[in-house]
């Protein structure tokens, strides 16, 4: 981030060496270290970004090798346990390492600079996620290289699948692999989540009440609710897991009277909310872009709050519609059918009021708008599916066949990753300063666009003649070979659209020859966009007090009383944290713990188990040594002095 | 005679924030929320499993038998008695009397440790003890769920309870260091939030997990 024309001062007298040896980076670490150190919410938004990005191209290749092994009726490209391993880790990857953390980049880049903060509430926290995320990352796709290679049990880990009496290889440690990674993960989640909430209800700039936030705040402090009400359920479902796994309780164990269904219920209790976790980011993107791009302000704002809060609170009474086939029983099944149903009300709200936001609107197709306007016909489709499932008698037939995977593709890739992308088009330009091509975007979104519906839309008739899902082949004669043919190219189509997608945004960053953005290129309306492109490291040079929604918009074209005013210059300067390592040192930390416990028991000479917790004590310690240094070092840091419109 | 804190001369004033409460507070409640579904999730769980266990192959669990309902019982007077000496340390350094917070902290510190160590002896006498019947799987060849999902739920709750005793005895440590003022109020009192919410956590497992045994 540039800062050339603020005046530094040095750092306060505070001691900021241990032993003489250690020095704490500040604003003068530059290169490897000021990004493993860094605290600042953009940094760490682009660092989500970055690794997602590649998650979804390892994610994309996964996918792409099991349309491949679908091409034709009993293709042999992976063997049954390899593709089993493909859409385990391509669907926990998808969900996990891509569509979470590109929202949690967003939250990060871009909710503090439309609330009017300077950086989350906790800073070395929101590091802390980070590194937790990467952790997490690593030690699920560790899995790969260790006994029985990556885990074959779904990214659902339906019980008895993660039974060790039920292992295809004998000490198959890819559930172990899955069961920390998603632990890490969860926790990185639960931290970013707390530290959001914190952030919006407390750190808002003076008159920017709830009902002024942008809609994409919104669904951040809904998302985040949702993630800390939702984590702990699988949480405990995971630590029963290892229990299980490791240390012989039967929660899970049939044989020993333990309910696999309770892992049903558990991992759905987590699971469906987790599915608005997905959507949820992707509908605030759009609806920040779509007034944005129609030249009129959100039609019934309130409303579109209320129905994704409404969405956020019913998402946790319908988890069983995920498991009619499994006798529940007439009430509780009839009941879950049933606000199924509901849930679609608020939904279609959300999609009447997009509408109604273009309509009569001077509509103008950049890509991001392409994008929001694939993200609502597509998601529309996933939803229509998603009412058929709702319909207890239609999902007996459609359960465990491609026309459920037809129905949360259009949810996750034409609903989750659209939005996503959208937000990409969107909100580079305020990253890097720098405009996107035109042009490459519309190839992008064409090829996508057409690729993922030749892709999944041949799924619904597959999945209604039949086809069974997680399925490694398929004989000659059924009716199959076309409409997979068919499907397979499509992948291929979208896996191009999505690569050059991905190459573009990351050659932003560097390519030299791109217009500069300026600081509001679409003439978009929230408050981010009065802020030069890229943004300062101190976002604000003086604290925005806010008069209306829409600050942007109303500032340039809104009467003089609804214009924003500004706090005078503190005399003190802008005060900036220093950097830290101990966020990085703490996930290190946790790292080895993990490691530590997913080798700590060994089968001894008479068969015996014998373990050793030398790793995972090493490892506890480093973590805890992390915390108390970080409590100890606070927040050290420095003070700017902006000119007073430099921001 | 009490020592008492200079107030600090601070040249920042209280941070601003939206709802005038501190952002500390706001983050620890949104921690205690998503701490309600860990326990939710496995109290449920045990709720779920106890009578499925005490029937399984036909042998019956007497569980009445196996707990100790009077140390039990004393564990968890202390424990919620630990609550009084942490409200008393949360409003001594409030008052910015140093010597009672420390006395204070000190006194939840040692029942939050009588706690934990009734807890242990527990485990110990339940659960390693060779050929009782609550061992952790299997007693016998026949498999017991109860003892599954009482040694986790139980032993989160003590997790907690321990994460609590250091989170305090780190406090200890740092009022020794004569940098402790009313400036560490808040953190103490989110510390004191923390150590309510495990006790109150504590007052729905007793009944549910140890008092139920005996009614129904």
Partial sequence: MATESVKYVSPETKSKTLLDIFRRPDQHATGIVDWLTTIDHKKIGLLYGLVALCSLIFGGIQALL?????WGPNMEILSQREYNQMFTMHGTIMVFLVIMPLSAAFFNFIMPLQIGARDVAFPRMNALSLWCFVAGAIILNMSWFFTGGAPAIGWFAYSPLTDTGFEEVTRDMGPDFWVFGIQVLGLASLLASFNFIATIIN????????????????????????????????????VELMFDRNYGTNFYDFLEGGKPHLWQHLFWIFGHPEVYILILPAMGIVSEVIPTFSRKPLFGYGLVIFSGAIIGFMGFAVWSHHMFTTGMGIVATSAFSMLTMLIAIP???????????????????????????????????GGFTGIMHSSVPVDMQQQDTYFVVAHFHYVLIGGALFGLFCGFYFWLPKMTGKMLNEKMGKVVFTLMFIGFNTTFFPMHYLGMIGQPRRTHSYNAGHGFEQWNQIATIGA??????????????????????????????????????????????YNFARTPIIKARDQAWENNYGPRDLHSEKEPLDHHGVHM??????????????????????????????????????????????????????????????????????? | MSEVVAAHADEHHEPYTS???????????????SDCMFFGTLISTHLIYRKISATVNGKYLDIEKIFDIELTSFSTFILLASSLFMALAVSAIHKGNLTSTRWMLFG??????????????????????????????????????????????????????????FWLLGWLAYSFTGKMSTADAM?????????????????IIFPVVYLMEYAF
């Avoid at chain 1, 279609?348 to 609502?376: E, S, Y």
């Fill in chain 1, 66 to 70: 099991i349309r491949s092994q679908l």
């Fill in chain 1, 203 to 238: 750190m808002r700039a003076p008159g920017m009440t709830l009902m002024r936030m942008p809609v994409f705040c919104w669904m951040t402090l809904v998302v985040s609710f949702l993630i800390i009400l939702a984590f702990p359920a699988i949480t405990i479902a995971l």
């Fill in chain 1, 347 to 381: 939904t279609g709200v959300k999609i009447f009021n997009w509408i109604g936001t273009m309509w009569g609107g001077k509509i103008r197709f950049d890509t991001p708008m392409l994008f929001a306007l694939g993200f609502i016909t597509m998601f529309m489709v």
């Fill in chain 1, 492 to 537: 291929f189509i979208l896996g191009t659209g999505i690569l050059i997608g991905v190459i573009q945004f990351m050659r932003s960053f560097r390519d030299k020859s791109l217009k500069p953005a300026g600081k509001n290129p679409w003439d978009a309306r929230s408050l981010e966009w009065t802020l030069s492109s890229p943004v300062k490291e």
């Fill in chain 1, 577 to 647: 944290p220093d950097h830290s390592w101990y966020p990085l040192f703490t996930a290190i930390g946790f790292l080895v713990l993990v490691i530590g416990m997913l080798f700590h028991s060994s089968v001894g000479a008479e068969g015996e188990i014998i373990r050793n917790y030398t790793v995972a004590i090493i490892g506890g310690i480093i973590a805890i040594t992390g915390m108390i240094m970080w409590s100890l070092e606070g927040p050290g840091g420095y003070h700017l002095f902006p000119e007073e419109d430099d921001e």
């Fill in chain 2, 19 to 33: 709802t005038g409460i501190p952002t500390k507070k706001v983050l620890m409640w949104a921690f205690l929320g």
């Fill in chain 2, 108 to 165: 939840t510190i040692i029942f939050g440790a009588i706690f934990l160590a009734c807890q242990v002896y527990e485990f110990t006498h339940f659960a390693y003890a060779p050929g009782h019947e609550l061992t952790l799987s299997t007693y016998q060849g026949e498999a017991h769920v109860f003892g599954s999902t009482f040694y986790v739920l139980t032993g989160t709750h003590g997790t907690h309870v321990a994460i609590g005793v």
């Fill in chain 2, 187 to 203: 953190d103490i009192e989110c510390c004191g939030l923390y150590w309510h919410f495990v006790d109150i956590v504590w007052i």
